[in-house]
C-alpha cells in the first residue's frame, strides 16, 4: 500500500507537535504540506520542516492529500472537517471535533455519507493508567462518586475560548470512556475572572443508578492539579494524572498491612500514539480509535454546561450516541 500523504493544518503551540508525529511516522505517511496563515508561523515552520509545502489554504493542496489533522482554533473546526469530509479526506481532528450541538447534527449527517476515518483528538484516553484500571471502574459497585480536577495557573493561551471548551472536555470524554452509567443532568457554576469568559467552572452530573460526578477546571488557578478519584463502597482510587500515580484505599489492607497502596506508571507520548492508530486506521479501513460519535457525545456535555453555566439551572442531557 502506497503512503498515505498527510497535511497539518495548523502551526501553532500544538501543531507544531503534531508536525513532529506525522514526520516521525515516515514509514506510513508522507507528510506532504503544512497550512498556516500567519507570515511568523510560516517561517517557523519551513524552518522546521524544510522538505514540506508550506501554504496559506487548505484549498492549494487538497487534491495532494489523503488525510489532514485540524490543529486550529475551534472556531475553524466545523468549516474544515466539513471541507475534508466533502473532497472524502480522512479526518484527525484536535478535541473539540466542532463548537456546538447543531454543528455537530449537521457533521453527523455529512459523515454518515462517507467512507473515511475519522478520528478526534482526546488525547486524555491515552494514558497508561486506564489499560489496568478501565475494566475495574465499568465494573463498579453503584453508587459510587467520581470527582475529576483539571486546574492551573494562567497561561495566557487559548482564551479564544471558555474552560469549558478547553479543558472540561477532556474530562467530559473521559468519564463517557471510563464509566457505564451515562450522565442524566448537568449543574455548572462557574466564573469570568481574567477573561470575557469562563475561566473557572464546576460541573456537577447526575449519572445513572445513583452515581454523581463533578469536573472541576479553571485557569486561574494557584497550582497544577490533574486528578481523577472515585469513591464507592469498594474503596477509594486516586490517579494523579500530573505525577503518574494510582493510590487505591481498599476496604481493608494490603500484603504489607498498609491501608493505601501507591503505584506509579510511565508518561507516553499521546500524540504519537494517536498518529499511529490515525494512520492504521486508515490502511487497515476501520472506525478511528477515537469516533466521531465520541466527538459529538463531548461536544453535547460541552454545551449542556455551558447552558446551565448561563441559566444558572440544570440541564437535561439527551441520549447519547
Known amino acids: 500500500m502506497s503512503k498515505i500523504r498527510v497535511a497539518v493544518l495548523g502551526y501553532g503551540h500544538l501543531g507544531k507537535w503534531h508536525c513532529q508525529k506525522a514526520a516521525a511516522h515516515s514509514d506510513v505517511a508522507e507528510f506532504v504540506a503544512i497550512v498556516e496563515k500567519f507570515p511568523a508561523a510560516q ?18 493542496v487538497i487534491d495532494q492529500i489523503d488525510a489532514a489533522v485540524i490543529v486550529t482554533p475551534t472556531s475553524t473546526h466545523f468549516e474544515l472537517v466539513s471541507f475534508l469530509l466533502n473532497h472524502n479526506k480522512h479526518v484527525f481532528c484536535e478535541k473539540p471535533l466542532c463548537s456546538n450541538d447543531a454543528e455537530a447534527l449537521k457533521l453527523r449527517d455529512l459523515a454518515a455519507s462517507k467512507e473515511v ?44 475560548v471558555d474552560v469549558v471548551q478547553d479543558l472540561a472536555i477532556h474530562d467530559l470524554d473521559l468519564l463517557l470512556y471510563l464509566f457505564k452509567q451515562r450522565p442524566k443532568t448537568i449543574t455548572a457554576r462557574g466564573f469570568k475572572i481574567r477573561t470575557s469568559k469562563w475561566d473557572h467552572a464546576s460541573i456537577t452530573l447526575s449519572l445513572e443508578e445513583d452515581c454523581e460526578a463533578t469536573v472541576t477546571v479553571g485557569r486561574n488557578a494557584t497550582k497544577e492539579v490533574r486528578d481523577l478519584e472515585v469513591v464507592s463502597k469498594a474503596g477509594t482510587l486516586t490517579v494523579d494524572l500530573f ?3 494510582i493510590l487505591t484505599a481498599s476496604a481493608g489492607t494490603f500484603e504489607d498491612g498498609s491501608f493505601v497502596r501507591e503505584e506509579t506508571y ?13 494512520y492504521r486506521s486508515i490502511r487497515e479501513r476501520r472506525p478511528g480509535v477515537v469516533t466521531h460519535r465520541d466527538g459529538f ?22 441520549p447519547l450516541e
Open 43 to 60: 517561517a517557523a515552520a519551513k524552518a522546521a520542516h524544510p522538505s514540506v509545502r508550506i501554504v496559506s489554504d487548505l484549498s492549494e
Open 117 to 160: 476515518v475519522i478520528q478526534v483528538g482526546h488525547s486524555e484516553r491515552f494514558h497508561q493508567a486506564w489499560e489496568s484500571l478501565r475494566a475495574s471502574l465499568q465494573a463498579l459497585p453503584t453508587p459510587f462518586t467520581v470527582k475529576i480536577n483539571r486546574v492551573a495557573p494562567f497561561k495566557g493561551r487559548a482564551t479564544d
Open 243 to 245: 505525577a503518574n500515580k
Open 266 to 278: 510511565p508518561k507516553r507520548d499521546h500524540l504519537l500514539i494517536e498518529h499511529e492508530h490515525f
Open 297 to 318: 457525545n463531548a461536544v453535547h456535555l460541552v454545551d449542556c454546561a455551558l447552558r446551565s453555566l448561563d441559566r444558572m439551572a440544570p440541564v437535561a442531557v439527551k
